[in-house]
């Protein structure tokens, strides 16, 4: 009987752990609020998966390590990044996002 209960525990544990996949619950980015400022955001939401998360962006070289399935990067300048996140089991999810700025100023007349 004691064989029997420890071979079910184990078989749980495995299947959970295999089957403890992460799913993309949302990206959300945030513009450059300025011309030329890098004051842009992403926002991943990560649904399921296992934490720690490990999160690199590039270019930027950006890699941190979180614990929350909600992770922000800030201060980001106008252009492509790529993400990954990488949870403590292996599951893996990218994309890439745009970061976006108002248009440059132009002066339309001079006063003198």
């Not at 980001?76 to 990218?94: A, F, K, P, R």
């Amino acid at each position: 009987m004691k064989r029997f209960i420890l071979y079910l525990f184990f078989i749980f544990f495995n299947q959970s752990t295999i089957y403890s996949q992460c799913v993309l619950q949302g990206v959300q980015t945030g513009n450059a609020r300025c011309y030329g400022a890098c004051d842009g955001w992403l926002e991943i939401v990560v649904n399921g998966g296992t934490p720690p998360y490990s999160i690199s962006v590039s270019p930027g070289a950006i890699s941190l390590l979180s614990n929350s399935n909600i992770i922000l990067v800030d201060s980001l300048c106008t252009g492509q990044y790529n993400w990954e996140i990488i949870d403590s089991t292996g599951c893996q999810l990218i994309g890439v996002v745009t970061v976006n700025q108002p248009t440059r100023p132009t002066i339309l007349h001079f006063l003198t």
